[in-house]
């Protein structure tokens, strides 16, 4: 019988992202506060028949149709790279494999849905690979720095909790974590925004803010104080791109929202609420206007195995 391996990876939020000018090498530096959520991407894998290859079926019923559709089950899915180099790494051929995906974060939405997949499928790997082969299972750490090759929000997604990313977002310091639950309502778009063409209209923009110390969010307190100082470099970017993200960012603001915000390179929205009751209300007015509104809490542990 062929061992079942689950595992599962979170959503999150830049509380902070500041953005530097386009170095030579073609990317940015980023200054980010990262934040975890419990809105989680599952993964199942499990042993595939022999030379029957990778075979990926994605699912998922609390986004928009239009997301599932737009995931790749092919060998451009980061799901399928992560097994091939995670193999690779260990001097191993790559498996044959049956993987399933089960999706809650918005595609293409700013809130790393792709890196949390990638990072379930890291911590599945190392396990399934020592089973299945004897391997030494890896670290954390090691893990992450696989998973750096593969995307800058990868190491957060493994992480989780509250970090600072700094370099392209891939070198992660974690902090201590805040003495307070935080309330979020995420918007979903039925389209995505590409972070390319947002970072590049961003230059167009060309408003780069210096670079601060992230550090003192540690000491925050209140739902209050973290909206007071929430900002995002891409936010006028995808302004730019979709005029409606302003719109919506006010209307949440007015429902009662401590303060909303472009979440990454966009185009989902994610909302700060000092309660959980009132997150859900506003969500519930969302959703009688046939928009896509998920409510959540942060912060959550990095990916992990599940039962």
């Not at 290859?53 to 239009?66: A, K, L, Q």
């Not at 792709?114 to 750490?141: P, V």
């Not at 992480?159 to 974690?174: D, H, Q, W």
């Not at 995808?238 to 401590?258: I, R």
Request: proline share 4%; net charge negative.
């Amino acid at each position: 019988m062929n061992r079942i391996i689950r595992a599962s990876a979170p959503a999150k939020v830049n509380l902070v992202f500041e953005v530097g000018q386009l170095a030579s090498d073609g990317y940015h530096p980023v200054n980010s506060l990262f934040l975890a959520l419990d809105l989680r991407e599952e993964l199942t894998l499990v042993k595939g028949a022999t030379g029957t290859g990778i075979s990926i079926y994605v699912h998922g019923e609390s986004i928009p149709d239009t997301h599932i559709k737009a995931v790749p089950t092919d060998h451009n899915n980061l799901v399928h790279k992560t097994a091939v180099l995670f193999a690779a790494k260990l001097g191993k051929a790559t498996p044959d494999l049956q993987i399933d995906i089960h999706k809650r974060i918005p595609v293409a939405g700013g809130m790393a849905g792709g890196s949390a997949d990638a990072a379930a499928m890291l911590i599945a790997m190392n396990e399934f690979m020592h089973q299945e082969h004897g391997t030494e299972r890896l670290s954390i750490d090691e893990l992450a720095l696989i998973g750096a090759e593969l995307g800058s929000d990868v190491p957060f997604c493994i992480y989780g909790g509250m970090a600072i990313g700094t370099g392209l977002g891939e070198v992660i310091s974690p902090l201590e974590d805040l003495d307070f639950e935080t309330n979020w309502l995420l918007c979903a778009s039925s389209r995505g925004l590409s972070t390319p063409t947002v970072f590049a209209e961003f230059d167009e923009i060309g408003k780069h803010s210096p670079f601060t110390d992230l550090s003192e969010f540690a000491s925050i307190s209140s739902a209050e104080e973290l909206g007071m100082r929430m900002t995002n470099d891409l936010e006028q970017a995808a302004f730019s791109l979709m005029p409606a993200l302003s719109q919506l960012v006010e209307q949440l603001e007015q429902l009662g929202a401590v303060r909303a915000m472009v979440s990454g390179s966009g185009p989902t929205i994610a909302a700060l609420f000092d309660s959980e009751a009132k997150a859900i209300e506003v969500s519930e007015v969302l959703r009688s206007q046939g928009l896509v509104a998920l409510t959540s809490k942060g912060l959550a542990q990095g990916a992990r195995l599940d039962s």
